[in-house]
């Protein structure tokens, strides 16, 4: 009679001799799953527990802009845009819905605004209900569609005139630089003497827009 050998049973997760698989380390190492929601303790503001005035929301959320260095332009427009808002509603910030925000919207346009005043307004509303409040009320609102037009372009004679009925010799300068160049107004007043190259022909541009 001969004797037949069993093999050890194989069991998921363990090696041949039936001990488990050491956990991985370095690169494979388990992780944990990547929060795709704002905490709710990230917020600069909780909403539903302070429950602050318009005035109050407004003052938190443009410090916090401040802190982030937004473009001065930007807060003031951002300022202008949410106390608009909230006159409409006529409720504390945190009972807004994201109906409210549409309805908003459809006022303005209903209103005559263009598409970039209805972009400034909702960009105003997801900064700070969304970005910073961790809240969901401009979710599924897409950036309105701005109409696509031809530009104005100058003729040789009309640049030549505008440049001569400049009063200033630096007027005149600053006109031709943002002919050359198509920097923005407010980057051509800070231009400095050591920001032009004339030995490479080039203007740098410091903390320009976009």
Known sequence: MVAISRQPRFRVGTYNNGQPYVPARGRYAPRKQVEDR?????????LDREMPTSGSFIHRILREMKIR?????TMRNYRHALGGFLRWFGNRPHLVSREDVRCYLEVLVDGGASASWVSV????IRTAFDKMCGRDVTLGLETPRRPKTLPVVLSPQEVVRLLEAT??????????LMYATGVRVSEVVKLRYRDLDFDRRTIS????KG
Do not use: I
Not at 38 to 46: E, I
Not at 121 to 124: C, D, E, G, I, Y
Not at 205 to 208: C, K
């Open 167 to 176: 009063p200033s010799l630096r007027d005149k300068l600053l006109l031709g």
């Open 69 to 73: 260095f937004y473009q001065q332009k």
């Open 38 to 46: 704002q905490c709710r303790s990230h917020a600069v503001l909780d």
């Open 121 to 124: 307004h909702l960009s105003s």
């Open 205 to 208: 541009v410091w903390q320009g």
